[in-house]
């Protein structure tokens, strides 16, 4: 994963990134549960509304009208609530891949954040464009909020991928050993007439 983002050693310099990753999971996670809970009332409260006065002659508004408003209001909330259960999932995805270190599913939260990062970005173009600068402010201060979220994560990620990577040893002699991370294809000693040293894997712990 190549992203020309900064990396992150500690969040605000004093949180560790594991921690800061699962605050970040469970706060968006209780957050969309909120959202949907608030979005389905509102559901309710329409449902109830156009059931009472879609043959109300006393409303102000023909049926045509009422069923009409309704039919979008109705669209409207149902795309409310795929947005933000499609949040949960990729929230949860990130709890589970914090929690049990499987450095796949942080990686589905950074690449399905930075597309809705796009879309949000995309969407604030156009209410600032038709609503003004005021109406767009929310939407750029949660793009700002979530671009953060994704920084942090993102970080996570790449130290899980760290820790991935086989630990190589190199034998020079019998007095000399040093071990890192294998950044590349080993090269065998008889593609040169220089004396390569020679690789093998090693646990780490065992050294100590």
Same mark, same amino acid.
């Given at each position: ?14 949180? +560790?990134?594991? @921690?800061?990753?699962? =605050? #970040? ?7 969309? =549960?909120?959202? =949907? ?10 449902? %109830? ?25 109705? #669209?409207?909330?149902?795309?409310? #609530? ?22 796949? /599913? ?20 156009? =209410? ?9 402010? +929310? ?11 994704? @920084? ?12 991935? %990577? +086989?630990?190589?040893?190199? @034998?020079?002699?019998?007095?000399? /050993? ?5 950044? *590349?294809? /080993? ?13 093998? %894997? ?5 050294? *100590?």
């Amino acid at each position: 994963m190549v992203l020309l983002m900064p990396r992150l050693s500690k969040c605000c310099c004093c949180i +560790p990134l594991r @921690i800061a990753s699962l =605050i #970040i999971g469970y706060f968006s996670l209780i957050i969309s =549960i909120s959202l =949907i809970s608030l979005v389905c009332g509102s559901l309710y409260k329409l449902v %109830k509304y156009v059931g009472e006065h879609k043959n109300d002659p006393d409303s102000g508004f023909t049926t045509e009208e009422i069923q009409f408003a309704a039919i979008r209001l109705y #669209i409207a909330h149902i795309l409310f #609530i795929l947005v933000f259960v499609f949040s949960c999932i990729i929230n949860m995805m990130l709890i589970f891949g914090v929690h049990w270190e499987i450095r796949r /599913l942080v990686g589905y939260y950074v690449t399905t954040s930075m597309v809705l990062l796009v879309l949000q970005f995309i969407l604030m173009v156009l =209410i600032f464009v038709f609503m003004g600068l005021i109406a767009a402010l +929310p939407l750029l201060t949660w793009g700002i909020i979530l671009f953060f979220f994704i @920084i942090v994560v993102r970080s996570v990620y790449l130290d899980m991928e760290d820790r991935e %990577k +086989p630990l190589v040893c190199m @034998i020079y002699d019998t007095s000399t /050993l040093r071990c890192g991370q294998m950044q *590349q294809p /080993l090269m065998s000693s008889s593609s040169s007439s220089r004396p390569y040293p020679s690789y093998m %894997k090693f646990d780490y712990h065992s050294v *100590q």
